[in-house]
């Protein structure tokens, strides 16, 4: 199981930016995808995620109706749609993956995890 993150940068306030997560090495609608982020001096917090068995989507809510994660099974690929992005959301973002099917938004459930992409929000 490997995965890839990219996408990340510097932003204005109010910008967007899209993440994207490579997978391979396991099939990717058999698993649990979700995108974490890390602030300086803060603990991994669950920023979104995509459960393995019903494909639904949940979000944290300081992001609810500001970011959107989508999976293209054909093409590997996980993405993190950002938008309205606002100071706070600087972190490094980590995308991951699991075989269970609960905690989406925990970090402790997952035992893949790609390198992070750093993205800052600022003027």
């Known amino acids: 199981v490997q995965l890839q993150a990219s996408g990340g940068g510097l932003v204005q306030p109010g910008g967007s930016l899209t993440l994207s997560c490579a997978a391979s090495?396991?099939?990717?609608?058999?698993?649990?995808i979700a995108w974490f982020r890390q602030a300086p001096g803060k603990e991994r917090e669950g920023v979104s995620c995509i459960s393995s068995r019903s494909g639904s989507t949940y979000y944290a809510h300081s992001v609810q109706g500001r970011f959107t994660i989508s999976r293209d099974n054909a093409k590997m690929t996980v993405y993190l749609q950002m938008n309205s992005l606002k100071p706070e959301d600087t972190a490094v973002y980590y995308c991951a993956t699991t075989r269970l099917d609960y905690g989406c938004l925990v970090p402790r459930v997952y035992g893949y995890w790609g390198q992070g992409t750093l993205v800052t929000v600022s003027s």
């Open positions: 090495g396991f099939t990717l609608g058999d698993y649990a």
